[in-house]
């Protein structure tokens, strides 16, 4: 496993990576299996770095991921990085990157189902129907039991106004339109709140059509991280803690000693098989949480690699001299190169760095410039000690 690795792309049509890694390869080795996503006005184009295991060299690389910047960083904390990096500024350079893999005969992985019809009849290692079915939250029906699952019904934008204006109880409402995969949540009891209030104006404009759920009060929500190989196979590989979400983003996430109950991890290997039988390959992943009551509850299916997947395919090959590792971005400057001031955490074994995201580097204006990063420490307050630290090194 010493041959160079592959960078799958974020953009306009989904993640494209040629000659796809097996999953259970990538854990706990030292190839870098995930990275962070920028996203730009919340909707539009996605930009991030994901590395991933082995053997040839087919690397696209988004410049909005800064690859000189986060390849150096990457390689400090001990990861491998890879040959041959083919970078693109826009989408449609991404898709005619991806384009020209295909004709090479390179089987594609897809984030989201593309666009693009010549990417659309490329070879792939999930076709994209299957990728678009298992990526719909209103999926959960069809590979859970149903005692795992929110009170929930499909609705039409105007049957959705209608419900909230009726039943006062706190919901969250979701899109399951064809093949819109975005991460809104718009949460009733914040509608007063300008951007869920501007969401909830806006919902034909999203999609046509949505969920509305019971807001459950968690105590705990886990993103339980599988793989399945190319055989089938399910393989668990464990799960990690969300940090307190103030919208619907993921902002990071914990790993030690809280992992989920044995009937949730087996409740869900389930349902991956499931999704093996029909077909896919690949990361996967479901957000999932213990209520107040004690209640066991799925909210949303990742059939993709997700925000927590390189923290925990790697907290204990990196981390693993720690009791807590934790999870989340730093921002800083654009233009600021942050190795010198990251290297002592570094080469103290206190700081992995994923992805330096620098606006500066691409043709997307002054925007802020982010770090995703995993911290080691004894427990979640020396974690949060740790994170400050390193924030106020990089410039509040």
């Not at 994209?128 to 069809?142: G, M, Y």
């Not at 409402?173 to 709140?193: C, H, M, N």
């Not at 004690?294 to 009791?323: C, K, M, W, Y």
């Amino acid at each position: 496993m010493h041959g160079p690795i592959q960078v799958q792309v974020f953009a306009h049509d989904g993640v494209v990576l040629a000659r796809p890694p097996d999953p259970v390869a990538t854990a706990g080795s030292r190839y870098l299996a995930g990275a962070g996503a920028a996203l730009h006005n919340g909707l539009d184009m996605i930009t991030g770095l994901h590395l991933t295991l082995p053997h040839q060299s087919a690397a696209i690389c988004s410049t909005g991921s800064s690859a000189d910047k986060s390849l150096r960083l990457i390689s400090r904390c001990g990861l491998k990085t890879p040959s041959d990096l083919r970078e693109f500024r826009s989408g449609a350079q991404a898709v005619r990157l991806a384009r020209d893999a295909a004709e090479r005969g390179e089987t594609l992985e897809f984030q989201f189902p593309p666009h693009d019809p010549h990417l659309r009849a490329a070879p792939a290692r999930v076709p994209p129907d299957l990728l678009a079915r298992l990526n719909n939250k209103t999926v959960l029906e069809t590979l859970l039991a149903p005692e795992y699952l929110p009170r929930r019904r499909v609705a039409t934008p105007e049957e959705v106004r209608r419900i909230v204006r009726q039943d006062r109880r706190p919901a969250v409402i979701k899109p399951v339109g064809v093949e819109v995969y975005s991460g809104i949540a718009i949460f009733t009891r914040r509608l007063q709140d300008r951007r869920n209030r501007s969401l909830f104006n806006q919902l034909e404009q999203v999609s046509d059509r949505w969920i509305v759920e019971e807001e459950v009060p968690f105590r705990t929500i886990w993103g339980l991280q599988f793989g399945v190989t190319e055989s089938g196979a399910v393989h668990y590989f464990g799960a990690s803690v969300h940090l307190p979400q103030p919208t619907s983003t993921w902002v990071g996430c914990v790993m030690d000693d809280d992992q989920p109950p044995a009937e949730l991890i087996e409740a869900l290997t389930v349902g991956v098989r499931k999704a093996s039988a029909l077909g896919y390959r690949g990361y996967c992943s479901f957000d999932a949480g213990i209520g107040r009551d004690g209640e066991l509850r799925v909210i949303d299916p990742n059939f993709r690699v997700s925000g927590a997947t390189s923290s925990v395919l790697h907290r204990s090959s990196l981390l693993g001299q720690h009791r807590c590792a934790m999870t989340t971005f730093f921002s800083l400057a654009p233009g600021v190169d942050a190795e010198p001031i990251l290297a002592p955490f570094i080469d103290r074994g206190e700081l992995v760095v994923f992805m330096h995201h620098d606006p500066a580097e691409t043709d997307n204006g002054p925007l802020p410039a982010s770090i995703v990063g995993m911290v080691g420490a004894s427990d979640r307050y020396a974690c949060g000690v740790l994170i400050a630290q390193i924030q106020r090194a990089l410039g509040s």
